[in-house]
């Protein structure tokens, strides 16, 4: 069966300084990836999508930027972190557009 | 702009009656497919149910069922005999079969009292 994994769970990192938060999907190939943000209280917001290795989409220009540098591997980072990138962060796959998202347990991350 | 919109941000209703949470979406695509996600305490995103916008069958899974009027573009979930264990947040989503954009409502808070 497919799982996927994402880490750390929880961070907490002061501003100006980098982030790295990553996501690995066992059990199936060439998944769809993605990225979502939600903020306290408010519904979640595509960040970035992969429809394949090197594939990255961005749906919200700012400091955040996403790699995939293996088929099932999807990492999310920024150079100097803001207040405003606090929040819950999901990484998800899909196998097709028919298929629904299954999500990682998410990470909890506060920029002070 | 495809967009989803869940009007009400918070509902209650108690132990064992039924509710419905609303969802309005807006494609200018003709075959897409539809999502109810439960999110509780936990923060885990649970998939709920999905429809098929090709199907005019009402999608149902155990006490959730859905009212999709395509017409209308409107999905709302019903729950039926609601548990306390239903108390979550609850989000409506989509996805066109041409893109790979899976986008969200804001959510509805829902609270199940005893």
């Known amino acids: 069966s497919q799982t996927i994994h994402q880490w750390p769970a929880t961070l907490v990192q002061p501003v100006g300084s980098p982030l790295s938060l990553e996501c690995t999907v066992e059990?199936?190939?060439?998944?769809?990836l993605y990225w979502y943000r939600q903020a306290a209280g408010r519904g979640l917001q595509l960040l970035f999508y992969s429809v394949g290795i090197g594939q990255i989409s961005s749906e919200v220009p700012q400091n955040l930027s996403a790699s995939r540098p293996q088929d099932r591997q999807f990492i999310l980072s920024s150079k100097k972190l803001l207040l405003s990138d606090s929040g819950f962060y999901l990484c998800a796959w899909s196998g097709d557009p028919s298929s629904p998202l299954h999500f990682g347990n998410g990470t909890r991350l506060t920029v002070t | 702009a495809q967009t989803v919109t869940q009007s009400q941000p918070e509902m209650s209703v108690q132990e064992a009656e039924t509710v419905t949470l609303s969802c309005t979406y807006d494609t200018s695509e003709s075959n897409y497919y539809l999502f109810w996600y439960k999110q509780p305490p936990s923060r885990q995103m649970i998939l709920v149910i999905r429809?098929?916008?090709?199907?005019?069958q009402n999608a149902t899974e155990n006490r959730f069922s859905v009212n999709f009027q395509k017409a209308a573009k409107s999905f709302s979930l019903k729950i039926s005999d609601s548990q306390l264990g239903d108390t979550a947040m609850y989000f409506c989503?989509?996805?066109?079969?041409?893109?790979?954009?899976?986008?969200f409502g804001t959510g509805t808070r829902l609270k199940v009292l005893a």
């Open positions: 059990g199936t190939s060439n998944p769809n």
């Open positions: 989503a989509f996805v066109t079969s041409g893109t790979y954009k899976y986008i």
């Open positions: 429809q098929e916008a090709y199907k005019q």
